[in-house]
């Protein structure tokens, strides 16, 4: 396992720079305007963060966008949280942002003295750093003490060369080997080549009753013509592309799977209520994929009903947030022409 802690300011001793009043690396998540976030205990330490919480939606602390834990895609992280809470057992919880791929939740009920929670979690495809956000779902206050991130597969970053090969020092022994296997060899310098042959050759006027020249294009294949000289033009058609999944809202916000939509021309999301609760939602958007804005205000979805959403405003990247009173299952529809 990597022996060094991966996240800024895990036990929360280093302040802010523009603002004394709060650990460096941290900001406030949820919450809303009677819940109360207090750093606790002296500069010297230890030092903790309390949060008060005594209704509303959930409340916490997360990683703010500028110390993003770097990783990568096929990763195996442990994540260890010390909380403590009051009463005890309130339900908490410990997300974890996948950049803009996926998030991993987990669910914990911590006891009024210190504990601490440990995850295991894997990197998906696509990956290229985490954002960690702990909090309180239920009423009530929670202290968290510290917050650390440890990769524990690959203990060391493989070393890619400049065409992103893997970079190999050296070979400790060479053995027989039992199948063919075919090999590419890579190098940075060019190989000069020295070819000479004769060639015939006769030079006159070209004539179209005799010559012709005949053009390929990035594919290999040549451009058609007619008899007249005309370039042929057959119009491609548009290509449409549709995902879906089905979502469970609950009372903690949510979001779907990001996409991209920088190459497509036209996309909306349809959203079909198959729970028995209201379920409010609307879509966010992001230049990078890792900082988002509502695009629109909320919609409410009631029990049976379905809702199409289409943007106000172009960025890269475009997700549905969801969240309800209770669990509510939707089904969640994303068309594309292109």
């Known amino acids: 396992m990597t022996e060094t802690n991966q996240v800024y300011n895990s036990h929360f001793l280093l302040e802010q720079e523009n603002n ?3 650990p460096d690396g941290w900001i406030q998540a949820g919450g809303d305007r009677a819940t109360e976030w207090e750093w606790l205990g002296t500069p010297d330490g230890p030092r ?7 209704s509303g939606p959930r409340a916490g602390i997360t990683l703010g966008n500028d110390v993003i834990i770097p990783a990568g895609e096929g990763q195996r992280w442990e994540i260890l949280v010390a909380l403590q809470a009051e009463p005890a057992g309130v339900p908490c919880y410990i997300r974890v942002y996948l950049g803009a791929v996926s998030q991993t939740l987990f669910s914990v009920r911590p006891s009024s003295e210190t504990q601490a929670f440990a995850r295991v979690f894997s990197t998906p495809v696509g990956v290229t750093g985490l954002r960690i956000e702990v909090g309180i779902l239920g009423e009530g206050l929670i202290i ?6 440890r990769r524990l597969y690959p203990k060391q970053a493989l070393r890619l ?20 296997v075919s090999v590419r060899v890579v190098s940075p310098i060019p190989i000069p080549v020295d070819v000479r042959t004769s060639v015939k050759t006769e030079l006159r006027d070209l004539t179209p009753s005799h010559d012709g020249v005949k053009i390929y294009g990035s594919n ?5 013509s007619t008899c ?4 042929q033009i057959m119009a491609a058609g548009k290509k449409y592309m549709q995902t879906s999944e089905t979502v469970v809202a609950t009372e903690v916000i949510a979001s779907s799977e990001p996409k991209d939509v920088s190459e497509v021309s036209v996309y909306s999301y349809a959203v079909h209520n198959i729970g028995t609760e209201g379920v409010s939602v609307r879509l966010h958007i992001s230049p990078d994929g890792t900082t988002w804005t509502p695009d629109d205000i909320e919609r409410e979805i009631l029990p049976g009903t379905l809702a199409v959403l289409t943007p106000n405003y172009f960025l890269r990247y475009v997700r549905l947030v969801y969240h309800s009173q209770s669990p509510n299952s939707l089904k969640v ?3 594309a022409q292109y």
């Open 20 to 22: 004394p009043d709060f």
């Open 48 to 54: 903790a963060i309390k949060i008060i919480h005594p």
């Open 144 to 149: 968290v003490q510290e917050i650390q991130a």
């Open 161 to 180: 060369d400049e065409k992103g090969q893997i970079y190999i020092r050296h070979i400790d022994s060479i053995g027989k080997i039992q199948a063919p």
């Open 220 to 224: 290999g294949n040549p451009i058609i």
């Open 228 to 231: 007249d000289g005309l370039v």
């Open 333 to 335: 529809w994303f068309q």
